[in-house]
């Protein structure tokens, strides 16, 4: 403690002492600079007034003494004179010191003023009492003391300065320039420049010789101090050091014994921890309930314990070895070559980050990971099985790797998984024998039916519609005569693998034995007739697959089929139900094939009525059948604020079709997103024209958008590029929302609508209270307008619940800063009650009825 005390006190010490020198240096530093400049202001203060004397006696003189000038005696004139001293000083001066009297009207060229002197001259003009100016400059790459005082115009100058017609003589006869001047005038300047360079090499040398001598001095002293502490404390330091080398070896014997004690108790635990999850894997094989979950459930235990820093799983499939689970470092987990080499020698293999005989990549990728060790270890169907089904692949960060005895327990472990997989493919194929086909692998149909059973339950449970298909190719014994025996199987499998990828929302696909298959859809809809509806638009698709022909030795065949649908919901038997398709299959053989029939006719009728409308629909598009009708909105002093677009269907034969009836029909068909665009692009033609109208032009248009309109990525950029193309006012365009449209994916919605309201667009949710009503989205929505539904506003007068709900609307509105506007105001009653609960803006029959524009 005293050795490091007397050290500090030194370095304490030894710090002042340098910094109180290092202060000292910089002041005799500066103060030596300051003699300089006081040294070359006085040098040139003394020169300045010689000269200036000298000028005066010699000017009066040269006056008095009436020399009469000529080409002779020019050469006596004062400024000549002067410009003749300044030279021959400038000559002799040891220092090269130059004085001039200049100026920028010189008459002898050489009196010409330099810029530094110009720049003097004009500050003495701009400042009549400065009696001089002394400033630092740099000429010829040196720096200069430059020294200036005024040349002022006196009487006696007059006599060759003033008036030219006044002036001598010969003045006038000799010169051109500076006339004019008078008394008082800044004629030049007195310019004395000094080099520094002579004047700072005594100074700076005698500065450097004292500082050299002052440092000299402290480091002197300040070794003698150093080794007058360290002589005195050597035997402090020597005893301290043996000490400490004694505690060393006690304190390393001690470390010693603890480290050992602490890696013997590490490796018991990891040993147990190894062999808990070793205890839990098993647990997972003995309860998994199909190969996929033992896999990724024992992955995952095995990588729950910190020793394994990566797991991987891989299995043969089809011939290939194919990664089946993966946990740890692996992003994307592909079979590597020493996995594929374990597989082949079905023996383990251990890895080590540096070992030479990995790839660099590999070597690197352990390394980034912290990874030391890789074990890898075959899985087999036993201890004895001369082949691996598969691999088993641990990593670990473990700076010695994995213990012999870790080692053991993972081969253990692995003989496990082998011989669960094993069981797992044995009841495999033992089920694939029972319930599946042997020819395309699909269901058969005792499996069907088990299926189906369970699903009449589940209907009636949960009231929603299923479905069984009845599939039954047309012909097919002509593939067979026609080709050969073999070309029906080959056909067979084709058809099972077009069924597998065209019916993605069937729940079981089966063979029924033959050329039948049967399908089952569950969970359909509630209703009858939507199922049906639903049902249909999936037997359109399955029946799409007969488009492409099935090519059998490169013969091509073209196939079609009959298909037969039976609804269920209550708890009828599966055998009754597989009886009626298969008879609504042969109602569709029978009335001429390669079509489908309902086991219920009344449902067949309605999906052909459905279909053949939803096909008017799409030609209604190209055919311009459809048109726009307008209502308009009003406040409550009954002043127009806007309209609603409402799109109208006028049939060549059906005539007009109500929107009740044909809205839905292009939701469900998706016909929904191209009306809404004709929608759009009719409503903001409108404005175009509007704006040149003296009313029309302050009226905005509502558009109603559908939910799958709203979805579309491009819903925003379309509107906005319809917007900016006609040179719209945004404002003028009002987007109105039904709430599940909000509910459904409430953070897109929220953005989208942000994203309208930047640009200008306002947004009104329609119907609102029939819906999702609640304060939790509404929050969160930056739209400008709720729209009381009808069904609310048609009870006003006689329903107490309908006057609360819509006092309620109104409140929100007022409470979140919305609009609030009611629909379906069709009595004076109604208007008047709405009023008083506080709603401003109003839209009904008995204000107005919709119609077209021209009719506004």
Not at 802 to 824: T, Y
Request: with cysteine.
């Amino acid at each position: 403690m005293a050795i490091h005390l007397n050290k500090k006190i030194f370095w304490i010490v030894s710090f002042l002492i340098i910094i109180s020198n290092t202060i000292l240096t910089l002041y005799t530093y500066q103060k030596t600079n300051e003699r300089i400049q006081i040294r070359a202001l006085e040098r040139a203060e003394s020169l300045k007034d010689y000269f200036v004397a000298m000028r005066y006696v010699y000017h009066k003189q040269f006056i008095n003494s009436n020399i009469d000038l000529n080409d002779s005696t020019v050469g006596f004139l004062p400024a000549h004179a002067s410009t003749f001293i300044s030279n021959k000083f400038s000559e002799i001066s040891k220092d090269k010191i130059t004085i001039r009297n200049v100026t920028d009207r010189p008459r002898n060229p050489k009196n010409m003023a330099d810029n530094f002197e110009l720049r003097a001259m004009e500050y003495f003009k701009n400042n009549p009492k400065a009696e001089s100016k002394v400033e630092k400059i740099i000429e010829n790459n040196k720096e200069v003391f430059h020294y200036t005082v005024p040349l002022i115009i006196e009487g006696y100058c007059i006599a060759c300065h003033g008036k030219k017609e006044d002036v001598l003589p010969f003045i006038k006869s000799r010169y051109d320039s500076a006339y004019d001047y008078k008394i008082g005038d800044v004629r030049g300047v007195t310019s004395i420049k000094i080099p520094i360079e002579n004047l700072e090499k005594v100074a700076i040398n005698n500065f450097y010789r004292t500082t050299v001598f002052n440092w000299s001095i402290i480091f002197i002293l300040l070794l003698i101090i150093y080794f007058t502490i360290k002589k005195m404390t050597t035997q402090e330091v020597k005893q301290k050091i043996f000490l400490q080398n004694e505690v060393r070896k006690k304190t390393a014997i001690l470390q010693e014994q603890k480290n050992q004690l602490e890696a013997a108790n590490k490796n018991q635990k990891e040993l147990f921890s190894i062999l808990r999850t070793v205890a839990d894997c098993n647990q997972i094989l003995i309860t998994a309930r199909d190969i996929n979950e033992l896999i990724q459930d024992t992955t995952a235990s095995i990588h729950s314990n910190s020793t394994f820093k990566a797991v991987k799983i891989l299995v043969i499939e089809n011939s290939e070895l194919v990664v089946k689970a993966s946990m740890g470092v692996d992003v994307e987990p592909i079979v590597l070559p020493y996995e594929r080499v374990v597989l082949k020698e079905n023996a383990p293999l251990k890895l080590n980050a540096f070992d030479d005989t990995l790839s660099k990549e590999c070597r690197d990728e352990m390394q980034q990971n912290s990874i030391s060790e890789t074990y890898i270890t075959p899985l087999r169907k036993n201890s004895h099985s001369k082949e691996a089904i598969g691999v088993l692949s641990i990593s670990t960060t473990k700076i010695d790797g994995l213990s012999k005895e870790e080692q053991d327990m993972i081969n253990e472990l692995s003989g496990d998984i082998g011989f669960a997989m094993n069981s797992f493919h044995q009841k495999e194929a033992i089920n694939q024998l029972s319930f599946y086909d042997s020819l395309t692998y699909l269901a058969n149909q005792k499996l069907f039916e088990n299926h189906l059973e369970q699903s009449l339950m589940d209907s009636e449970k949960y009231l929603k519609y299923g479905a069984v298909l009845f599939i039954d190719f047309d012909n097919f014994k002509d593939v067979n005569d026609l080709i050969n025996k073999g070309a029906g199987d080959t056909v067979l499998k084709e058809i099972s693998q077009r069924l597998i990828k065209k019916a993605k929302t069937a729940s079981l696909i089966a063979r029924h034995g033959g050329d039948k298959f049967l399908i089952l859809l569950e969970n359909i809809s509630k209703d009858e007739n939507q199922s049906a509806m639903i049902v249909k638009k999936s037997v359109i698709e399955i029946q799409e697959i007969t488009k492409e022909p099935f090519i059998v030795d490169e013969n091509s065949m073209y196939l079609t089929c009959s298909i037969g649908v039976a609804l269920f919901l209550d708890n009828t038997s599966a055998n009754k139900l597989l009886n009626q398709a298969e008879y609504a299959m042969r109602t569709a053989k029978r009335d001429g094939k390669n079509t489908v029939r309902f086991y219920n006719e009344s449902l067949q009728d309605m999906t052909k009525q459905r279909f053949q409308m939803i096909q008017y629909l799409k030609e209604s598009i190209l055919k311009n059948e459809l048109f726009l009708n307008y209502q308009k909105q009003f406040d409550k002093d009954k002043n127009v604020v806007g309209v609603e677009a409402l799109v109208r269907w006028n049939h060549p034969t059906l005539g007009l079709v109500s929107p009740a009836e044909f809205i839905p029909l292009a939701e469900e068909s998706g016909i929904i997103k191209e009306i809404g665009a004709f929608v759009l692009e009719s409503a903001t033609s409108e404005l175009l024209l509007w704006k040149s109208d003296r009313i029309k032009k302050e009226w905005r248009i509502s558009v109603n958008v559908s939910p799958l309109q709203f979805k579309e990525s491009s819903f925003v950029d379309t509107i906005n590029k319809l917007i900016t193309s006609k040179n719209l006012d945004p404002s003028k365009l009002r987007i109105e929302l039904t709430e599940g449209v909000l509910i459904e994916n409430k953070e897109k919605a929220i953005d989208k609508i942000r994203d309208l309201k930047n640009f200008g667009i306002s947004t009104s949710i329609d119907d609102f209270g029939t819906g999702y009503s609640n304060l939790s989205y509404l929050k969160n929505l930056q739209i400008d307008e709720l729209k009381i539904d009808q069904s609310f506003v048609f009870g006003l007068g006689q329903n107490s619940s309908d006057r609360a709900i819509v006092n309620s609307i109104i409140m929100l509105g007022e409470e979140f800063n919305f609009e609030v506007i009611a629909e379906g105001v069709e009595t004076i009653e109604q208007f008047e009650i709405l009023k008083e609960l506080g709603c401003n803006y109003f839209q009904g029959y008995l204000l107005a009825r919709p119609c077209k524009a021209e009719e506004l």
